[in-house]
């Protein structure tokens, strides 16, 4: 059987879920597990789709980075896979299809996989170097704080720092924090 996982790390990206289904679906699942959440979350519906699969499977991807968060992830999602009996197929790789029941592809997954974490990696530098800049030219303050600070000293003074959190909604150690 073969079964398809469709991820977007955003309820914003309604058309890009629709469009994995829709691809899965025309390549030939029979089944598809979807969910919008980020991938450092838990991903309940993955977990049920793991578990979900029996040897002789194939679990359809459109892209790796839809299945996996690093490199470390795929690979060792791939191994479980492969120890289990049930191929992985990635549909999206320029163009041509992944099949790790093939060992060229596992191959070329190994290496894509590198490739995109440091690619990732890469563009996360680059942001980390924009902010700096812009908050060494005054441009980039952060986030406004959710909360004022005489209000969580006030209101802890009156019921103390543990019933203040509770009743403003904020962490514990935030009003500890705001109180130093």
Not at 56 to 62: E, F, I, N
Not at 71 to 78: G, K
Not at 120 to 125: G, K
Not at 143 to 169: C, H, M, Q, W, Y
């Amino acid at each position: 059987m073969i079964i398809g996982y469709a991820r977007t790390s955003t309820t914003e990206q309604a058309a890009g879920l629709e469009a994995q289904q829709r691809d899965l679906k025309a390549t030939g699942a029979e089944k598809v597990f979807a969910e919008k959440v980020s991938s450092v979350a838990q991903r309940a519906r993955l977990n049920e789709c793991l578990a979900f699969l029996r040897e002789g499977d194939v679990l359809m991807v459109t892209k790796p980075d839809r299945l996996a968060r690093s490199t470390a992830e795929l690979l060792s999602i791939e191994a479980d896979l492969t120890a289990r009996k049930v191929g992985l197929v990635v549909l999206s790789m320029g163009g041509e299809r992944l099949d790790t029941r093939n060992p060229t592809s596992k191959l070329m997954l190994t290496i894509l996989a590198g490739v995109a974490t440091w690619e990732r990696e890469i563009m996360l530098e680059r942001q980390r170097e924009g902010i700096a800049k812009a908050k060494s030219e005054g441009k980039y303050k952060g986030r406004p704080a959710s909360i004022d600070a005489f209000e969580v000293n006030r209101v802890a003074r009156l019921v103390g720092p543990t019933e203040a959190a509770k009743r403003l909604g904020i962490a514990r150690s935030t009003v500890y924090r705001l109180m130093a």
